[in-house]
């Protein structure tokens, strides 16, 4: 029974690391999309973030000008994506699809102009990245039986952005549902008309909006980077971003029900690295791709409807024409 629960707590341990980077981006998309701007550009300014965060870490040392640089370069891709669909009135998705693109050759293009490694960057100090934070108390409760288990494995130990990762989710209901700005966010994204008659720019809030997602994506993208990782690999992003707007569509554009669905994604995933090479009874081992395959075939079965039917916001997608 204590082997089971501590297994349970190491999955849960890697959920909650494995979904951080998810769950940053969903809050982001949340903001973008309520304001009735399509982002599927998430993926694009997760791996600009996680690129810069690397870079400027290697260079400087600092993990902390490492984070401040990946949200000014993220924002920086938001502002890109804006310029495009809510200045010139493109079309949101080709947008998003152009920044992924973007930024998928530019990082790697960059890592190999700075650092010769093929588009990686050098490996990281421990005093370059943002290391695990072990709370008070642990060695204190690590005899007493499970309360100790959970308070080490669980609760303690996870680095300064997955506990930030974790606080923003309140902060963004408080913001999206209790403030004058998430109202009016909210209304652009159902009925920019009415805003816009009340003398509110809707140009604006939009701008506002995919700004506060470029600095959730630059922080998630410095976390892979800096702190789950060592350094920055090409493609590291590895699809999250597409992941966290399928967390975004199935949460219902709400930031606790998409809190749900980033874990539920980092459980899988967690999961199926526990499960690789696990001979099961009936069943046998399963395939390495299959497994790996699994998040991935949630993600399609969720947009494609399977799990309910969600409801967008009533002008996402449409360019305001004053």
């Not at 947009?303 to 009533?314: E, V």
């Amino acid at each position: 029974m204590l082997d089971f629960l501590l297994q349970l707590l190491l999955a849960l341990d890697a959920t909650l690391r494995l979904a951080t980077p998810l769950i940053l981006c969903a809050m982001a998309g949340i903001f973008a999309e309520r304001s009735g701007i399509v982002d599927i550009s998430l993926e694009g300014k997760l791996l600009t973030g996680a690129f810069v965060a690397a870079a400027v870490a290697a260079i400087t040392g600092s993990a902390w000008l490492g984070l401040f640089a990946a949200i000014g370069a993220s924002v920086f891709m938001s502002l890109i994506h804006g310029f495009a669909c809510i200045t010139h009135k493109g079309d949101q998705v080709v947008s998003g699809v152009a920044i992924n693109i973007l930024a998928s050759g530019m990082t790697v293009i960059a890592g190999i102009a700075l650092f010769a490694k093929g588009g990686q960057t050098p490996h990281l100090p421990n005093e370059s990245r943002f290391r695990a934070i072990e709370f008070y108390g642990v060695e204190t409760l690590n005899n007493v039986p499970v309360i100790g288990t959970i308070y080490r494995e669980l609760i303690s130990g996870h680095s300064l952005l997955v506990y930030l990762a974790l606080v923003l989710v309140p902060i963004c209901a408080f913001v999206m549902y209790k403030s004058r700005f998430g109202l009016r966010l909210r209304a652009v994204g159902e009925l920019p008309e009415a805003v816009d008659s009340a003398g509110i720019s809707v140009t604006w809030l939009r701008y506002r909006a995919l700004i506060v997602g470029g600095a959730l994506c630059g922080i998630a993208g410095a976390y892979l980077s800096i702190s789950h990782g060592a350094n920055f690999v090409r493609e590291m992003s590895a699809g999250k971003g597409y992941i966290a707007l399928a967390a975004v569509i199935f949460g219902n554009w709400r930031p606790y029900k998409a809190l749900f669905a980033c874990l539920l994604f980092g459980f899988l995933e967690a999961g199926t690295s526990r499960l690789q090479g696990v001979d099961l009874p009936l069943i046998g081992e399963i395939p390495i791709q299959l497994m790996l395959a699994v998040p991935y075939i949630v993600t399609v079965l969720l947009l494609a409807g399977f799990i309910g039917r969600p409801t967008a916001p009533a002008a996402i997608g449409q360019p305001y024409n004053k």
